[in-house]
């Protein structure tokens, strides 16, 4: 015999007793475990995936949007800008470098991205296999993208218009898949890269070729065109500023002067977070209060059964049992259920979140995954196992003070 | 093995009470005869340092009760005494054997779990080392509660109305394996009752009034 054994046997004399309290604790526990890690892990993504992007420049419309479009790639575009306006924002003294995103087709739900090689630079994506693009509908597919569609260099495909399935197939144009990515945890990992040109070719926007190209006459952003094309558009413009100074001017600048609409990654992302922070405090609240009836429940349990078990304690005393003992007995077999109803809940947070992964494909397209540990769950841990000791206290006090010979005499 | 001199103790809020002198010898067994409120558990609890406050002199094995500071005594309690109660006061979260398990894990001694098949055996009580408590009937209950005291082969047992509950048969019964249990372990048995079925069999009587 033991203590803990002891108190393992208390809890399954009663298995309804210890059942609900244990499910009580681990509902909330599991509610506050699938936020924490899902929150978790968004705020990595999204740290991940602005690093390196101080401003986000495209059509006028909702910063968000422009945005969720532009670097997380799970909204619509707020429209096109013109190539020679953005070629001459890219020009500015405060902009260190613009990297310029042509969007508008999908293949299968993957979005096609038109850019430069800055673009996988960026987030310091590498080759897993084939070569980067050198020439027109040439396809470097991200790591998710490709496992998700079974791409291997060399296969074909047609893109299709927008973001859904069933979009306009623009059959007449065959993408070639030249090259794989390894994953870099970040958006491009769910998308596939060409160049500009592609996405115009595809589109059947001419490029003019009637010029020769020379150093002075190329378009700052695009490679192989002419600078200042008044017909040709681009989605839009991730910029690095080269200052601080370039925080507080460039995008009033944009905003006032052009037809554009500068988005700051940092104040949209801080601002989804707020919004969605609503939803995650109402979810919140409810864990707590879970925990808070569990706790109850658990007090009132303990309470109870030290009143059908003074004899027990009486009798624990007569053969020998220190008035210590017992009070460790009692807060043990409070920390032994909230110990298991945060173990329980764990799993449950964990698994609810696996579920959620599985069901939902555009979480599987976040990267986020069920699989991952923070030391936050660790507190989670020491936080049970002290609330478990703060609702024994009482009773464990109780069992602590048992009169031996009143109880028995009687 | 017990020695009371002059003892005796101030019920809180109510009446003082005295007890005789006695002397209780090694392997030699006494009743407590009084009527309800006479003092007879009261003196019990003395003894067994389940009640302190009191005035006088009580020596177990040579060791003066009160003397001991509340640690001690509950470990002298573990080593040395073994009690049974009217009321069986079995733990009924545990088995049988779990029961006599906590005899020697509560007075910080090392289990032997052959010494609970032993006493168990003793007692008839082989067959039901896995039983749950609920499914004992009442004497059977009671002999259990018999060789949890025994565990720890206590130099004294002490019993509080041990047979008042049982009828006839198992009084006997009860009474039988009481003496020849403490025969075996060599213990002082000092059993508090007012049930005279019991003044045949054991010879010293102490009187209360």
Same mark, same amino acid.
């Given at each position: ?7 393992? #046997? ?11 309290? /244990? ?72 902009? #260190? +470098? ?26 310091? @994506? ?12 040439? /396809? ?9 569609? !079974? ?46 040109? *592609? ?10 070729? &009637?010029?020769?190209?020379? =150093? ?19 989605? %839009? ?59 109850? &429940? ?58 959620? /992964?599985?069901?939902?494909? =555009? ?15 660790? $507190? ?31 | 093995?017990?020695?009371?001199? *002059?003892?005796?103790?101030? $019920? ?25 409120? %006479? ?13 302190? +406050? ?12 009160? *003397? ?36 020697? $894990? ?7 779990? !052959? ?14 080392? !896995? ?13 259990? &509660? ?8 206590? @130099? ?7 047979? *008042? ?14 003496? %020849? /249990? ?28």
């Amino acid at each position: 015999m033991s203590l803990i054994r002891l108190v393992w #046997k208390y809890l399954v004399a009663k298995p309804l007793n210890t059942t609900l309290n /244990v499910i009580l604790l681990a509902l909330g526990i599991a509610v506050i475990t699938l936020i924490l890690v899902f929150n978790h892990q968004l705020q990595e993504k999204i740290a991940s995936n602005t690093q390196g992007i101080d401003l986000v420049v495209g059509a006028k419309g909702s910063p968000l949007q422009i945005i969720l479009c532009s670097i997380f790639h799970i909204d619509f575009p707020t429209g096109n800008i013109k190539l020679a306006e953005a070629e001459r924002l890219a020009k500015h003294r405060l902009v #260190k +470098s613009a990297i310029p995103l042509s969007l508008g087709d999908s293949y299968q739900t993957y979005r096609i991205v038109g850019t430069t090689r800055a673009y996988p630079e960026l987030y310091g @994506a590498t080759l897993a296999e084939g070569g980067w693009w050198n020439n027109d509908l040439e /396809v470097v597919a991200g790591a998710t993208a490709a496992a998700m569609l !079974q791409l291997k260099v060399g296969d074909r495909f047609a893109s299709a218009h927008g973001l859904t399935e069933g979009g306009h197939s623009h059959d007449e144009h065959q993408f070639v898949v030249v090259g794989i990515l390894k994953s870099s945890q970040s958006a491009i990992d769910n998308l596939l890269l060409t160049n500009i040109q *592609s996405v115009w070719r595809v589109h059947d926007l001419t490029v003019n070729h &009637s010029t020769t190209l020379t =150093e002075e006459n190329t378009s700052a952003l695009v490679p192989g065109v002419l600078a200042g094309d008044t017909t040709l558009e681009v989605t %839009s413009l991730l910029i690095k500023y080269r200052n601080p100074i370039a925080a507080i001017q460039l995008p009033r600048l944009i905003n006032a002067n052009t037809n554009m609409q500068a988005a700051s990654p940092a104040f949209e992302s801080a601002r989804l977070f707020s919004i969605l922070g609503v939803g995650v405090d109402v979810l919140m609240g409810f864990a707590y209060l879970l925990i808070f009836i569990s706790a109850l &429940s658990i007090f009132i349990a303990l309470y109870n059964s030290l009143k059908e078990r003074q004899y027990d304690m009486a009798i624990m005393r007569s053969m020998g049992a220190s008035k210590a003992k017992l009070f460790a007995a009692v807060t043990l077999e409070g920390m032994a259920l909230t110990l298991m109803g945060c173990l329980l809940g764990l799993a449950l947070g964990h698994g609810l979140l696996a579920l959620f /992964v599985n069901l939902i494909g =555009e979480s599987q397209k976040a990267g986020v995954t069920a699989a991952v540990f923070y030391a936050e769950e660790l $507190y989670l841990m020491a936080g049970s196992l002290l609330l478990g000791f703060l609702c024994s206290l009482v009773p464990a006090w109780q069992a602590y003070r048992t009169d031996i010979h009143t109880v028995l005499a009687r | 093995m017990v020695e009371v001199r *002059s003892l005796s103790y101030q $019920y809180p809020h109510a009446t003082s009470i005295s007890f005789p002198d006695f002397s209780a010898d090694v392997g030699k067994h006494y009743l407590l005869l009084g009527q309800s409120g %006479s003092g007879k558990t009261t003196l019990l609890h003395l003894v067994g340092g389940l009640l302190r +406050s009191q005035q006088g002199s009580i020596r177990v094995c040579g060791t003066e009760v009160a *003397s001991l500071s509340e640690a001690a005594l509950d470990r002298f309690r573990g080593t040395n005494l073994g009690f049974v109660f009217q009321k069986n006061h079995l733990m009924a979260a545990l088995t049988v054997e779990e029961n006599l398990w906590m005899a020697p $894990y509560l007075a910080g001694k090392e289990l032997k779990k !052959q010494r609970a098949e032993e006493v168990l055996a003793q007692l008839g009580l082989a067959d039901k080392r !896995q039983a749950r408590i609920q499914e004992l009937s009442h004497g059977q209950a009671q002999r259990v &509660s018999i060789a949890r005291a025994v565990m720890n082969k206590p @130099a004294v047992i002490l019993a509080d109305e041990p047979t *008042s509950a049982l009828d006839d048969a198992n009084c006997e019964k009860v009474t039988e394996l009481l003496l %020849s /249990v403490a025969k075996q372990n060599e213990a002082t048995l000092v059993i508090a009752t007012h049930d005279q079925r019991l003044k045949s069999k054991i010879t010293h009587h102490l009187h209360l009034k």
